[in-house]
């Protein structure tokens, strides 16, 4: 068991960049878990937006109205200057001015009344929504003018706002259960596995890889009593053994954030998708770290490889943002298929099936992955031994 103690022995000494790895994990897990789409609003709330409102009218029905407006938004006190008018709404200090000019309320039963001023800021999403409450509560005034003219300005002041109090009720229905919820958080936890996962196991491999690969030690492992096989078996069972470690922290981290809510076949699926993605994880790291041959091109492969995996396939950024061309790119890798089996296991949640193959295909896709990248591995490992054993038949050659 020479290569089994000696992987570990390597590994031992790469644990302080591995915990880095875990620990900026575990933070963003939880940091994005939290922000996730378990915070749903509960109530209805209108919107206030800041406006610039100036009442040269000094009619009794004009100032009620700047009132009315007052309740309805944040009215700021802006300098009657165009400069600064325009400069309140380019700097967003405002999104609309209203002037009502004077003699307006007198003008409203006029042939040629007089218009309001108004100014709202390019693709205000308010502008529609002032002008709807400034042209309803005038409406409603043209209307008594016109046919209840005897009564007193108080008088129509009250009728016009008891008419445009009628507020439609707004009722939010939550629909997902408050388990269901922090389950839907938890799927970012599970999509940031691959980035730390990955990460970590390819940290762990190739640290061994690039000391096992070193062209004087591959000549004394293939001159080595040690059969060729029994070496990589060796080295199978402690990358299995070291993958397996690190699944088995990281699942547990699930189970200390979401508790009870993974209590149920939804940790059966999301614990079958993480551990063959686990493998994939160790077929990558198995062929990486054959073909690199020092510290300093492991570095830069663990980092481009984890992080450049992770922008394209939807772990850092979700994949209904990513523009199709991206995920088509991302499709051809296995990190893709892991982060699209777990929209799917939290999209279907306690009521998926995994003999309905609903992920069924995403496994399999994974798992292929493990096969090509493993056969890869082995055709590389066998071509770069072929130096060794001619020297090793050289050698033997010589001594007859």
Excluded at 30 to 44: C, H, L, Y
Excluded at 364 to 393: D, E, H, T, Y
Aim: hydrophobic share 50%.
């Amino acid at each position: 068991m020479q290569v089994f103690k000696a992987y570990f022995l390597i590994i031992l000494r790469n644990i302080p960049q591995m915990i880095i790895f875990l620990t900026i994990f575990l933070a963003l897990s939880i940091a994005f878990a939290n922000m996730g789409v378990g915070n749903i609003a509960s109530e209805f709330e209108e919107s206030k937006p800041s406006i610039a409102l100036f009442v040269e009218d000094e009619s009794e029905i004009s100032k009620a109205f700047a009132e009315y407006l007052s309740s309805k938004s944040n009215v700021k006190s802006i300098p009657d200057d165009e400069t600064a008018l325009r400069d309140a709404l380019f700097f967003g200090d405002v999104t609309y001015i209203i002037r009502i000019p004077e003699g307006f309320v007198a003008s409203l039963t006029s042939d040629e009344p007089i218009q309001l001023v108004r100014e709202a800021a390019p693709d205000s999403i308010y502008a529609a929504y002032l002008d709807n409450i400034a042209d309803s509560y005038f409406r409603h005034a043209k209307a008594y003018l016109l046919f209840l003219p005897e009564l007193t300005a108080e008088e129509m002041i009250g009728k016009i706002e008891d008419d445009i109090a009628v507020e439609t009720k707004v009722t939010l229905t939550v629909k997902p259960t408050e388990a269901r919820t922090r389950l839907s958080n938890s799927v970012y936890f599970f999509n940031y596995f691959a980035y730390s996962l990955f990460a970590i196991i390819l940290h762990g491999v190739c640290s061994f890889m690039v000391t096992f690969n070193e062209i004087e030690l591959r000549k004394r492992n293939t001159a080595s009593p040690m059969k060729p096989f029994n070496i990589s078996l060796q080295l199978f069972a402690a990358n299995a053994v070291f993958a397996l470690g690190v699944w088995l922290i990281m699942f547990t981290a699930a189970f200390l954030l979401f508790g009870k809510d993974l209590i149920n076949n939804v940790a059966l699926y999301y614990g079958a998708n993480t551990l063959v993605y686990t493998i994939v994880c160790v077929a990558i790291s198995f062929a990486v770290g054959t073909l690199i041959k020092g510290k300093g091109a492991q570095a830069a492969v663990v980092n481009i490889l984890s992080l450049g995996l992770s922008f394209l396939t939807g772990v850092f950024v979700p994949q209904e943002m990513l523009s199709a061309s991206v995920l088509k790119i991302g499709s051809f890798t296995p990190t893709y298929w892991f982060v699209l089996a777990n929209r799917k296991i939290n999209f279907y949640g306690t009521d998926l099936d995994l003999f309905q193959g609903v992920i069924t295909k995403e496994l399999l896709i994974q798992l292929m992955f493990i096969i090509l990248l493993f056969s890869v591995a082995v055709l590389i490992r066998k071509k770069r031994n072929v130096p060794g054993r001619f020297v090793l038949r050289k050698f033997a050659g010589g001594r007859k």
